[in-house]
């Protein structure tokens, strides 16, 4: 079946360094791929998709870029804030039942001052 | 997007007892779906529900302990039954766009779940 891979976590940076999260997958077909973050005491949000192969998607300065030759979508952003302190979940969509999310375990990002 | 709100937010309960958690979608939706998330782990679907129609279980739930129910295109309900420990988790709603291939589920704020 359909499994998703994160690093690792927790992950400790400091303001304005450079994140990277790792995330791999094992897919049959063509599935969609998606980061979601949890904020402390929130729901989850949508942070980023890319829905084929070599898309990137991109938001708040995060980007992920869909890589069908390594099945990864690894989740980079060039300077982290306070404010990105989280939990994010990569996740994927067969894209033949509706809706139907696969999630990796989630990692734990902090960033301090 | 879709604005998604649950309730209760938080409950504690003994062992025995059974919790229905209510979704409530601020549009019509077709595809809804519930969630678990267990302490330090990460989200398992556990069932997707149509309006109109019973709700489909992933492998290792069954409608007995997880009744469900999708009464119209705003509002479902997930109990859970029979509780015991083992069931303390975060439970979320999601709602999910009609087509697949540009697949986005929007999520509630969650059902933090206790079983003492």
């Known amino acids: 079946g359909d499994s998703v891979t994160q690093m690792e976590g927790p992950v400790t940076l400091s303001e304005e360094a450079f994140l990277t999260i790792n995330c791999t997958y094992t897919?049959?077909?063509?599935?969609?791929l998606f980061w979601y973050v949890q904020y402390p005491g929130e729901g989850l949000q949508l942070l980023l998709k890319?829905?084929?192969?070599?898309d990137k998607g991109s938001n708040k300065g995060f980007e992920a870029t869909y890589r069908k030759e390594t099945t990864s979508f690894h989740l980079e952003k060039g300077s982290v804030q306070v404010s990105d302190s989280a939990v994010y979940f990569c996740a994927l969509s067969d894209g033949t039942s509706y809706g139907k999310l696969t999630f990796g375990q989630g990692t734990i990002l902090t960033v301090h001052p | 997007s879709a604005v998604i709100s649950q309730k209760p937010s938080r409950d504690i309960c003994q062992r025995g007892t059974s919790l229905t958690i209510q979704c409530q979608v601020d549009s019509q939706v077709t595809m809804m779906f519930w969630y678990r998330q267990q302490p330090g782990q990460s989200l398992t679907l556990i069932a997707t529900a149509n309006q109109g129609s019973e709700a489909t279980y992933e492998s290792g739930f069954v409608i007995d302990k997880f009744p469900i129910s999708r009464p119209n295109l705003t509002f479902s309900t997930l109990t859970v039954s029979n509780m015991s420990p083992e069931d303390s988790s975060i439970y979320l709603c999601?709602?999910?766009?009609?087509?697949?291939?540009?697949?986005?589920?929007?999520f509630g704020p969650g059902t933090r779940l206790t079983v003492l």
């Open positions: 897919a049959t077909g063509y599935p969609s």
């Open positions: 890319a829905t084929k192969a070599d």
């Open positions: 999601s709602v999910g766009t009609v087509s697949p291939r540009d697949n986005e589920q929007f």
